[in-house]
């Protein structure tokens, strides 16, 4: 069972590039979100999407792209990318409803923008 | 609005020691749910305890044990007999009905360093 999958783990980008970063999870759950992990600040929320077809803004929504085509995909877009997103970022996955569940996190991406 | 406050940075600790992790958060929710996570070298984000609000029994597990007060709003994480592998940034998170449950606020983290 391979949990949430992200790729790539490390990437340097550019000022101005844009990328995709990539999750999938496997677990059929409803909830997917991505963070961003910087120093002294913890983990904010970037986007979420409580099921296909379906996502909002988190804390720090600027900047990020996302969308849900299917239950085990929920892919982060950078469009121009700035060095204020050096970041590790983090793609998590739940299940959906009332009763909080665990989160899965992924492995993270670290991301360098120059 | 919801918040998880980490104050301690850094603690730096010698092998067997005890030590304590202190979280204290501030919710208007009458159910939520608190967690910690602990990040190792390595970077992943591992589960360690979830939480909700009417439970206040202490949990132990292990070398591992927790501090739920609603009266001081505090979820103090303590590991005994602390080792070297126990190096780590611990976050402490909370969600509840305002915020969406599924969404986590974490607090700064606490980075521990267990020497020997």
């Known amino acids: 069972n391979a949990g949430v999958t992200q790729t790539p783990k490390f990437q340097v980008l550019k000022t101005g590039q844009s990328m995709t970063l990539q999750c999938a999870q496997d677990?059929?759950?409803?909830?997917m979100s991505w963070y961003r992990q910087d120093p002294g600040m913890g983990l904010r929320l970037i986007h979420y999407?409580?099921?296909?077809?379906?996502?909002d803004q988190g804390e720090v929504p600027n900047g990020y792209n996302v969308s849900r085509s299917t239950t085990e995909d929920f892919p982060l877009r950078l469009l121009s990318a700035a060095p204020s997103q050096t970041s590790v970022y983090f793609c998590?996955?739940?299940?959906?409803?009332?009763?909080?569940?665990?989160?899965?996190f992924g492995q993270g991406t670290r991301l360098t923008v120059v | 609005a919801q918040k998880v406050t980490q104050a301690q940075t850094e603690i730096s600790v010698v092998e067997k020691e005890d030590v304590t992790l202190d979280c204290v958060y501030e919710?208007?929710?009458?159910?939520?749910?608190l967690f910690w996570y602990k990040q190792p070298p390595s970077g992943e984000l591992v589960f360690l305890i979830r939480?909700?609000?009417?439970?206040?029994q202490n949990e132990i597990s292990g070398r591992y044990s927790w501090n739920f007060q609603k009266s001081t709003s505090s979820f103090n994480f303590t590991i005994t007999a602390s080792q070297v592998v126990d190096s780590a940034v611990y976050f402490c998170a909370l969600s509840g009905a305002s915020g969406g449950y599924n969404k986590l606020i974490f607090g700064a983290g606490t980075r521990l360093a267990v020497h020997p």
């Open positions: 919710t208007r929710d009458t159910t939520y749910y």
């Open positions: 999407s409580v099921g296909a077809g379906i996502t």
């Open positions: 939480r909700n609000s009417f439970d206040e």
């Open positions: 677990m059929n759950h409803e909830y």
């Open positions: 998590a996955s739940s299940y959906s409803g009332s009763v909080n569940t665990e989160a899965f």
